[in-house]
């Protein structure tokens, strides 16, 4: 009930537990949750099947350790996330090799958001799937750049906080059909601006610069 209703996470379930006096392996916690689990296989591949056929969907990964038996040490696996505006799906892969992500992804034409990640390229290569991608790390990488460069990061920065400025008023008009043209009116300006600076910003810039790692 904890695990789906409140997304609370085994191991806090099971402290919970024996703080109320009922020790509880965790083996036995996770052979509760894996019944459930096959139970809600088919509302997934539902969704699953709904995301594929959709024109927009958004991808990322988190690592997280995983232990696996005979194994020293905790594995590094994955959890991906896909999702449009209606539903989501969370999948476990033990690596994020290109090949198990091009074979989920190959029935799927339409726009992908994602990170700027080499592993995604091979998606994009037949231009079935639209790259769209996510400013995020761009603008987490601007801000750490201005404890170095603290003028020419923040006009960077200028760059993609306007992008942003834009895309919420957008959402707060509720536009939809109308929305590549707001884009194109007022963020493809910025976005031809923001790569005029950076090719004029990159030379003098050192390699070790956090700025250029911002600018790249």
């Keep these: 009930m904890t695990k789906f209703s409140l997304l609370t996470p085994l191991d806090r379930t099971r ?7 009922i020790p509880m392996a965790m083996g036995t916690l996770v052979s509760f949750i894996e019944p459930a689990a096959d139970l809600l296989a088919p509302i997934d591949a539902l969704h699953w099947k709904q995301l594929l056929a959709s024109a927009w969907m958004a991808t990322d990964s988190t690592g997280l350790k995983v ?14 996330l896909y999702r449009n505006l ?11 090799a290109s090949e198990h992500l091009a074979g989920k992804l190959d029935a799927f034409c339409g726009t992908l958001t994602s990170d700027a ?8 290569e ?42 919420a008023e957008a959402q707060k008009l509720g536009l939809v059909g109308d929305l590549v043209e707001h884009r194109r009116r007022l963020i ?23 700025l250029t790692t911002a600018v790249r």
């Design 15 to 21: 402290r919970d537990l024996k703080e109320r006096g």
């Design 67 to 80: 232990l696996v038996p005979g194994l020293p040490a905790a594995h590094d696996g994955y959890l991906e």
């Design 86 to 96: 209606s539903c989501a799906v969370f999948q476990y892969e033990a690596s994020k």
């Design 117 to 124: 990640e080499h592993r995604l390229n091979v998606l994009h």
């Design 126 to 167: 037949s231009g079935r799937i639209l790259e769209a991608g996510c400013n995020a790390h761009g603008v987490r990488k601007f801000e750490d750049a201005e404890a170095t460069q603290p003028t020419l990061a923040a006009e960077g920065h200028h760059f993609l906080s306007a992008m942003y400025l834009h895309e």
């Design 188 to 210: 493809r300006p910025l976005s031809e601006q923001l790569k005029k600076w950076c090719a004029a910003v990159a030379p003098p810039l050192l390699p070790s610069e956090p």
